[in-house]
């Protein structure tokens, strides 16, 4: 299933700046226009590379206040979670990382590429409501791989060396996916990381950390 493609909309020529104060607590996805906002400039990245968008700003229908967008976002590979509709974001403003359950550790390689080649710094965790990984445990996966091979002796000892980093507890996901994140040395000093877990039925998206 491909992701829905939002059209590109005109950007005014003015630029806004979020204040730097402000934190979002909760919102609505919003579908309006956005402008960028004037930061420092990303580090210099191979051509063949192209940066993301700089930050966007976005208006917040619940608080009526200016919203700095992510500029990676790491997320779930579920086929109802849909970035571009969700929270208005359009093709080339953020890298979408995306893998089962949105789990930090199983994106640390790509946010390294995100950070040192493409210039990034701003992580958001997006985690959702009815989430495929709290209905299994890892050893239970590990012995259906097993039992559909069961004598290929390789297969079986390497699944039993991945972690399927399943979890029973949503928002202690998001919290313990921010907190390693900002406690590992691979992420760049000063990163803004935020949590969020998106509703799958009401479509609101509201920030636990």
Not at 32 to 55: S, Y
Not at 120 to 132: F, K, L, M, Q, S
Not at 178 to 191: A, D, H, R, W
Request: proline letters at 7%; a positive charge.
């Amino acid at each position: 299933m491909f992701l829905h493609k939002i059209p590109k909309v005109a950007r005014p020529p003015n630029v806004l700046v979020a204040p730097s104060h402000y934190r979002a607590h909760s919102f609505v996805a919003p579908r309006h226009k956005r402008v960028q906002e004037t930061a420092e400039e990303p580090l210099p990245v191979p051509k063949a590379l192209p940066p993301a968008k700089r930050l966007a700003i976005s208006m917040c229908p619940i608080l009526g206040c200016r919203v700095a967008q992510v500029q990676t976002l790491v997320t779930c590979m579920d086929a109802r979670i849909n970035p571009f509709s969700q929270l208005d974001i359009s093709e080339g403003d953020a890298h979408i990382i995306r893998n089962a359950g949105g789990m930090a550790k199983d994106a640390l390689r790509s946010l390294i590429i995100s950070q040192r080649l493409l210039g990034t710094r701003e992580i958001a965790v997006y985690h959702h409501t009815g989430c495929g990984m709290v209905t299994f445990r890892g050893s239970e996966l590990k012995r259906l791989v097993k039992w559909a091979d069961p004598d290929n002796i390789s297969c079986a000892e390497q699944v039993d060396k991945i972690d399927f980093l399943e979890f029973n507890d949503l928002e202690e996901s998001v919290k313990s996916d921010v907190n390693f994140l900002k406690e590992s040395p691979l992420i760049l000093k000063g990163t803004k990381i935020t949590g969020w877990i998106h509703d799958i039925d009401t479509g609101e998206a509201t920030r636990v950390i």
